[in-house]
């Protein structure tokens, strides 16, 4: 019998190409997006599809419920789904961390909805394996940052917290590390941050921001979504899974420096501030 995965944020980038490799790898695939027609090519190539958002409560349960009544199980789930909004923390008002389909909802709350629902089908199988998408943000905070780092940290720790409760029953709990990635989640997070309303204190972050991606650095550390997709596919196969996976040089170049002083670190972020000011 075919093991069955249910990812969320399906509909392009590491979704999509976690789905399909997925689907190459004989797994009966959920393929979920908040639009069920952006998903639908997916379930031309064999993936059965739903219409999914991670904020809605009721959608959670009733696709999850779906997926156990047709396959009888669900083996992974891959909490895929994200957000983010690129500011000054100053800048980014508390309504935007809060607010329904922003940061917090859809990184933190979303995947824990996830969870609770299909913790009590793994439970009663003994099995299972969760894979929630982090990032290096979630263990390293860079200026301009600021909330979408919180909301990863914050999946970062009910993870932590998750992998030693669900151990007991058998279930893996896994955090997958990109850094920069090929797709066009960051483009999404400039355009989140064209419409704050800034301060003016901040413009050397975004000018720096800019600077590094018009000289192509973003571009020279980034993997294809089809790298980490392969690194969730390792992690659910795995029989014992590692807590974590970084994924590409970027990720590892950034994660490294997080055994710097923080003093040295915040020393060489004023050294750029100077030179974007």
């Known amino acids: 019998m075919a093991k069955t995965v249910l990812i969320t944020g399906a509909s392009s980038g590491i979704g999509r190409a976690t789905a399909e490799v997925f689907l190459d790898d004989d797994w009966e695939v959920w393929a979920t997006a908040r639009d069920e027609t952006d998903v639908a090519d997916l379930a031309a190539a064999g993936c059965e599809t739903a219409e999914l958002d991670v904020t809605d409560a009721g959608q959670v349960e009733r696709v999850v419920a779906a997926v156990v009544e047709s396959a009888g199980r ?37 995947p824990h909805r996830l969870i609770r629902q299909v913790m009590p089908h793994m439970r009663a199988r003994e099995r299972g394996a969760i894979v929630n998408v982090s990032s290096v943000a979630g263990r390293l905070a860079l200026p301009g940052q600021g909330g979408y780092a919180a909301s990863k940290f914050a999946l970062e720790a009910l993870s932590d917290s998750l992998r030693v409760e669900a151990g007991e029953y058998g279930i893996d709990v896994v955090l997958v590390q990109p850094g920069p990635v090929e797709t066009e989640f960051y483009d999404r997070a400039q355009g989140e941050h064209d ?83």
């Open 74 to 110: 669900i083996d992974c789930l891959v909490n895929n789904a994200g957000y983010a909004q690129f500011g000054a923390v100053e800048d980014i008002s508390t309504a935007d961390l809060a607010a329904s389909g922003q940061q917090f909802d859809v990184n933190v709350y979303g």
């Open 195 to 277: 419409d704050l309303e800034t301060t003016g204190a901040y413009d050397w972050l975004y000018t720096a921001r800019e600077d590094s991606r018009l000289a192509g650095i973003q571009d020279a550390l980034s993997v294809a979504p089809g790298t980490v997709a392969l690194t969730i596919l390792d992690a659910a196969n795995a029989s014992d899974p590692s807590p974590r996976y970084p994924v590409g040089e970027g990720a590892k170049l950034i994660l490294m420096a997080r055994h710097l002083p923080a003093r040295w670190r915040d020393a060489a972020l004023g050294v750029i501030r100077k030179l974007t000011g």
